[in-house]
């Protein structure tokens, strides 16, 4: 394929080819995609996308990769990576201004230097603003939805301006999941707090993620999503599942709803991994759970899991 177009809207030093995917995700798990790009601003995002279509080429907006399993055969599309524009941030007043490509732990950094409490609890996901809105990211008591005042999208019809009320946020779930829409960036609208609070909390919820999550090995958080009424790591160590592998994929036995990549993983691995655990799950206490984790390039595997998580990259 050739790429000399997209050089020609974002510039030759924005755009790599064959970049293992493994090297833009937690996982650590994926093969190369064709090309990267790196738009630095929303007319350029506009532009790529545009090119993507014209040539028939899927593309998908990637985040900080941490919750997502690329193919061991890789994306055969554009990756587009916002920089630039979509990495500004700024504090007016209550609210923070953050584009779609600052990290959770930078917005959280900002709201404790200006003394703002709310955000806490998004401190330790390792997730950009944008795939944190699109997910409805959450932790310990808060979840995007509760701390967004306004949220700027584009989908087919350009771009767009919306309260969080309008978003349809579910639990890890959100309009722009359902219609394939680009989060720009939001408006993160929190209270005044005393510094040293704030501080504590942080301190306190990344101990407890150190104590119960497996932090030192490669992996996109948790696994699956809860399923009502229950939590999906606790099906999954009640169903004696603790440690249980597939080559170099493993349930975690410190957070049985973690799946580590022990080091030498494959996405095929998780994949039968993640495909044995439901089954265990589901003969042993009649529960289904399903990935919460996104699949990308995973083309012509379609076994039932396939549905939940495929990821799909048009804006129609
Ligand atoms: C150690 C660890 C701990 C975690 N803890 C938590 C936790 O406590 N709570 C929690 O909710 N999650 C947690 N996660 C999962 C993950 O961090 C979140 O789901 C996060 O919101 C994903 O953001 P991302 O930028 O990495 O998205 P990516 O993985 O890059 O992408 C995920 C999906 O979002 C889409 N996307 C990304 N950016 C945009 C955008 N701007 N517009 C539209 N779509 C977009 C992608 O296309 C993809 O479909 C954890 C992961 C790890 C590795």
């Not at 219609?179 to 939001?186: D, I, M, R, T, W």
Request: charged content about 20%.
């Amino acid at each position: 394929m050739d790429f000399s177009g997209l050089s020609a809207l974002v510039g030759e030093e924005n755009i790599s080819l064959n970049v293992p995917m493994a090297s833009l995700t937690t996982f650590k798990i994926g093969g190369p995609a064709d090309a990267t790009v790196r738009p630095q601003d929303v007319e350029q995002l506009k532009e790529v996308t545009e090119w993507c279509r014209e040539k028939g080429l899927p593309w998908i907006l990637l985040g900080k990769g941490s919750n997502i399993l690329v193919s061991d055969e890789g994306f055969r599309g554009v990756v587009i990576c916002p920089e630039g524009d979509f990495l500004s941030i700024h504090t007016e007043g209550y609210q923070i201004h953050v584009g779609c490509g600052v990290t959770l732990a930078r917005a959280a950094k900002e709201a404790l230097d200006h003394g703002l409490t709310g955000l806490e609890f998004a401190a330790g996901i390792p997730g950009s603003l944008g795939g944190a809105v699109y997910m409805n990211a959450g932790a310990y008591g808060g979840e995007m939805s509760q701390v967004l005042g306004s949220i700027c999208y584009l989908d087919g019809s350009g771009i767009r301006h919306i309260g969080p009320e309008e978003a349809r946020f579910t639990y890890r779930g959100s309009r722009f999941m359902q219609e394939k829409s680009l989060v720009l960036g939001a408006v993160i609208c929190l209270k005044p707090g005393d510094a040293g609070q704030i501080q504590e909390r942080m301190r306190d919820l990344a101990g407890r993620r150190r104590e119960k999550q497996p932090l030192e090995y490669p992996s996109a958080g948790s696994m699956f999503k809860r399923p009502e009424g229950y939590f999906a790591g606790k099906l999954i160590q009640d169903a004696g599942l603790a440690g249980f592998s597939v080559g170099g994929a493993r349930v975690s036995e410190k957070h049985c709803g973690f799946v580590i990549n022990t080091g030498s993983a494959t996405a095929r691995d998780v994949r039968a991994l993640v495909q044995a655990v439901h089954n265990k799950v589901w003969e042993s206490f009649g529960v289904r759970i399903w990935p919460e984790v996104r699949y990308l390039g995973h083309k012509g595997w379609e076994p039932m899991l396939a549905s939940e998580g495929e990821v799909c990259a048009t804006l129609s």
